[in-house]
């Protein structure tokens, strides 16, 4: 899977947008980009992926860079349940997926 | 629609002690699953996976095991706990076929070594 980098962590006032960034510079022309979330003691959900185009889901929205060498992760309103790691993780193949450190977003209220 | 279930929920066990965990999934056929730790405060690590009933993947070398005898159910095995197994053990799924597909994950065994 291409290494993908993440801020370790970010901040957001509640009822507002969060752009979550991801850096996949190695990422192949065939390889999905997969958003997953964790929250407190739970494991990871799915959030979103994508290939080329922008997607947009009743969770988020994602934004891929015309090169794909990057995407943001996009969530409209922030609500405190919001609060949670979010991986970012570049699939190659039909592969387990791989976990990075992801990021770690704290919702103010 | 698809279920995954994972046990015990917790579990304290002594160090030397054999481990069992199971995870069963429903409402599919052929899944590829995972089994993957997360140690205290650090990230997800994957451990094993397998893509059919008998066929198991090692990402790391320890002294955990895994089986899945059947086509819906992954066991992870120890016949002797470390201290540094203690973590939160998530099992995973996902239909595999191709490089979209969404991994689902089981709500989780926190295991605490003594």
């Known amino acids: 899977d291409a290494k993908t980098t993440q801020p370790n962590s970010m901040e957001s006032n509640e009822e507002e947008p969060v752009h979550l960034p991801c850096n996949h510079s190695?990422?192949?022309?065939?390889?999905?980009i997969h958003w997953y979330r964790q929250l407190p003691s739970q494991g990871p959900e799915y959030v979103i992926h994508?290939?080329?185009s922008n997607v947009n889901n009743r969770m988020a929205s994602l934004a891929i860079a015309e090169d794909r060498k990057s995407s943001t992760l996009i969530l409209h309103r922030a609500t405190l349940r919001d609060a949670a790691v979010y991986y970012c993780?570049?699939?190659?193949?039909?592969?387990?997926?791989?976990f990075g450190k992801g990021t770690r977003l704290s919702v103010i209220a | 629609s698809q279920t995954i279930h994972q046990w015990p929920a917790t579990l304290v066990q002594p160090v030397g002690s054999p481990l069992s965990l199971e995870c069963t999934v429903e409402?599919?056929?052929?899944?590829?699953l995972y089994w993957y730790r997360q140690a205290a405060g650090r990230g997800l690590q994957l451990l094993f996976y397998s893509v059919g009933i008998g066929q198991i993947s090692s990402e790391v070398p320890q002294n955990l095991s895994a089986s899945r005898p059947q086509d819906r159910q992954f066991i992870l095995s120890s016949k002797k706990l470390l201290l540094s197994d203690s973590g939160f053990y998530l099992c995973a799924w996902n239909p595999g076929q191709t490089k979209k597909e969404t991994q689902y994950f089981g709500p989780g065994t926190r295991l605490l070594v003594l």
């Open positions: 994508g290939l080329t």
């Open positions: 993780i570049s699939r190659s193949g039909n592969t387990p997926l791989v």
């Open positions: 190695t990422i192949s022309g065939t390889d999905y």
């Open positions: 409402g599919t056929s052929n899944p590829n």
